[in-house]
C-alpha cells in the first residue's frame, strides 16, 4: 500500500528530538485558518510513495539521529493514512530508528490506534481547549482531539502537548488556565511547546487562489508570549517557548 506524500525535510530541528527526517503527508481532516501548509490539506494530491523508499531514506540518514533524532510523520494529518503507515513504522522501529507522529488527534480507528501504539513519542497539537473558539479556528470539534490525549496517559504513550499561540484566537487566559487544569496531572506530557504564531504560509495562499483569513491577525507581541508562557509554567513543568 503506497502512501502519498506531500514534501520531506532532512535534518529538521523542530518536529522532535534531535535530528530528524520529517516525512510530510498528504491530507487533513481540520480546516486550521492559519495553516501553514494549505496544499497538504486536500487527501487527492501528494506524491504515491512505496514504503520501502520512506526506509531507505531513513537509513541513508540514520547515521546523523544520534541517540534523539529519528523520523517524524507530520502533514496534513498522518493519521488519515494510519492503515498504510503501519508497515512503514514498523520497518523503521525495526531498524533501531525513533518514529514520532505529529497529529491533532481529531483521526481515531484501529489503525491510529496502533500506529500510535508503535510511536515512540506523540507530537499532539492542541488548537484551542474550549469547544466553541476551536470550531472557528479549525472547523472540527476538539473532543477527539482530548480523547487521544487520556488515551495516550491511559497508554503510557509519551507526548509533547503543542499548542499556537494566535492573538484574538487561542490567547484567551482562561481558555490556556483550563487547559492547564485538565492536564497539569498528566504524566506522560513531556513537554509543553507553546508556538509563536507565524504568516510563513501567507503566499501559499496567495498561489492556490484562496483567501488567508487571518491576513489581519497581528504576530505575538513578546509581552505576549511572555504572559502566556507564565500561565503555562503555573500548571506545567516542561514549557518551552519555541
Same mark, same amino acid.
Given at each position: 500500500?503506497?502512501?502519498?506524500?506531500?514534501?520531506?525535510?532532512?535534518?529538521?530541528t523542530?518536529?522532535?528530538?534531535?535530528?530528524?527526517?520529517?516525512?510530510?503527508?498528504?491530507?487533513c481532516?481540520f480546516?486550521?485558518?492559519?495553516c501553514?501548509?494549505?496544499?497538504?490539506?486536500?487527501?487527492?494530491?501528494?506524491?504515491?510513495?512505496?514504503?520501502?523508499?520512506?526506509?531507505?531514506?531513513a537509513?541513508? @540518514?540514520k547515521?546523523?539521529?544520534?541517540?534523539?533524532?529519528?523520523?517524524?510523520?507530520?502533514?496534513?494529518?498522518?493519521?488519515?493514512?494510519?492503515?498504510?503507515?503501519?508497515?512503514?513504522?514498523?520497518?523503521l522501529?525495526?531498524?533501531?530508528?525513533?518514529?514520532?507522529?505529529?497529529?491533532?488527534?481529531?483521526?481515531?480507528?484501529?489503525?491510529? @490506534?496502533?500506529l500510535?501504539?508503535?510511536?515512540?513519542?506523540?507530537?499532539?497539537d492542541?488548537?484551542?481547549?474550549?469547544p466553541?473558539?476551536?470550531?472557528e479556528?479549525?472547523?472540527?470539534?476538539?473532543?477527539?482531539?482530548l480523547?487521544?490525549?487520556?488515551?495516550?496517559?491511559?497508554?503510557?504513550?509519551?507526548?509533547?502537548l503543542?499548542?499556537?499561540?494566535?492573538?484574538?484566537?487561542?490567547?484567551?487566559?482562561?481558555?490556556?488556565?483550563?487547559l492547564?487544569?485538565?492536564?497539569?496531572?498528566?504524566?506522560?506530557?513531556?513537554?509543553?511547546?507553546?508556538?509563536?504564531?507565524?504568516?510563513?504560509?501567507?503566499?501559499?495562499?496567495?498561489?492556490?487562489g484562496?483567501?488567508?483569513?487571518?491576513k489581519?491577525?497581528?504576530?505575538?507581541?513578546?509581552?505576549?508570549?511572555?504572559?502566556?508562557?507564565?500561565?503555562?509554567?503555573?500548571?506545567?513543568?516542561?514549557?518551552?517557548?519555541?
Amino acid at each position: 500500500m503506497e502512501l502519498k506524500v506531500h514534501s520531506y525535510e532532512s535534518m529538521g530541528t523542530y518536529d522532535g528530538p534531535g535530528i530528524r527526517l520529517v516525512v510530510f503527508l498528504q491530507g487533513c481532516p481540520f480546516r486550521c485558518l492559519y495553516c501553514a501548509n494549505p496544499d497538504t490539506i486536500p487527501v487527492m494530491g501528494g506524491t504515491p510513495t512505496k514504503p520501502e523508499e520512506i526506509v531507505e531514506m531513513a537509513l541513508n @540518514e540514520k547515521p546523523f539521529f544520534g541517540k534523539r533524532g529519528g523520523v517524524t510523520f507530520s502533514g496534513g494529518e498522518p493519521t488519515i493514512q494510519a492503515e498504510a503507515l503501519i508497515p512503514v513504522v514498523e520497518r523503521l522501529k525495526e531498524n533501531g530508528i525513533n518514529v514520532c507522529i505529529d497529529s491533532n488527534g481529531g483521526v481515531w480507528n484501529q489503525h491510529v @490506534e496502533k500506529l500510535l501504539g508503535l510511536s515512540d513519542l506523540v507530537l499532539l497539537d492542541i488548537k484551542e481547549f474550549n469547544p466553541g473558539r476551536h470550531e472557528e479556528l479549525t472547523g472540527r470539534s476538539n473532543t477527539r482531539t482530548l480523547k487521544t490525549a487520556l488515551w495516550l496517559e491511559e497508554h503510557c504513550k509519551p507526548f509533547w502537548l503543542r499548542y499556537v499561540l494566535v492573538p484574538g484566537y487561542s490567547d484567551f487566559e482562561e481558555d490556556i488556565r483550563a487547559l492547564g487544569s485538565h492536564f497539569k496531572d498528566y504524566r506522560m506530557i513531556k513537554r509543553v511547546e507553546i508556538l509563536p504564531y507565524h504568516t510563513l504560509g501567507v503566499n501559499k495562499y496567495e498561489s492556490l487562489g484562496q483567501e488567508y483569513r487571518l491576513k489581519n491577525v497581528p504576530l505575538n507581541t513578546k509581552e505576549q508570549l511572555s504572559r502566556a508562557e507564565s500561565l503555562f509554567n503555573e500548571y506545567f513543568s516542561c514549557v518551552v517557548l519555541n
